[in-house]
């Protein structure tokens, strides 16, 4: 895993998945499906990186990312066991809500690109969720990459 940082925010994230046979479809290239839990997963690990979680507590409140849109691209196939890089992008920076992009490379080459818009919302169990400004403890430490993705 590594984290990009500019101006000493994280900005962008980097880690790697090895394909399991579980991610692959009946031609033996990986289900379309899994890209969106690739991107939860690279997601998760981002928000790891910045002390925290996608689901945390926050003044007595559970936080949480509710998605707002998903998107992906295929460009080319990958197979069981390759082992695909994974690029996230904080393109957008709201008071509520993140919009991500997902680069997938193999062998230096990218493979799909994809997109999460999610908000920052309180989710207490009985109660109706609520969007709410991102925390300081995490906007504080994000920013969000000008970019033409």
């Given amino acids: 895993m590594k984290v990009e940082k500019v101006r000493d925010k994280a900005a ?24 969106f839990i690739f991107m939860e997963t690279a997601e998760h690990e981002f928000l790891r990186s910045l002390g925290t979680s996608v689901a945390t507590e926050d ?13 992906c691209d295929y460009l080319k196939p990958i197979e069981f066991e390759d082992e695909i890089g994974i690029h996230l992008t904080i393109v ?11 680069e997938f490379t193999h062998h230096n080459e990218v493979v ?5 818009g999610v908000i920052c919302c309180i989710c207490n169990p009985g109660q109706p969720i609520k ?19």
């Fill in 131 to 149: 969007s709410i400004p991102i925390p300081a403890f995490i906007a504080d430490q994000i920013q969000a990459v000008p970019t033409e993705l």
């Fill in 12 to 35: 962008e994230f980097q880690t790697r998945r090895k394909i399991e046979f579980s991610d692959t479809d009946m031609a033996g290239i990986v289900h379309f499906s899994r890209f």
């Fill in 112 to 116: 799909a690109r994809g997109r999460l």
């Fill in 59 to 71: 003044r007595g409140h559970k936080i949480g990312w509710p998605r707002l849109s998903a998107s």
């Fill in 92 to 102: 957008r920076k709201g008071t509520k809500s993140l919009t991500y992009h997902f």
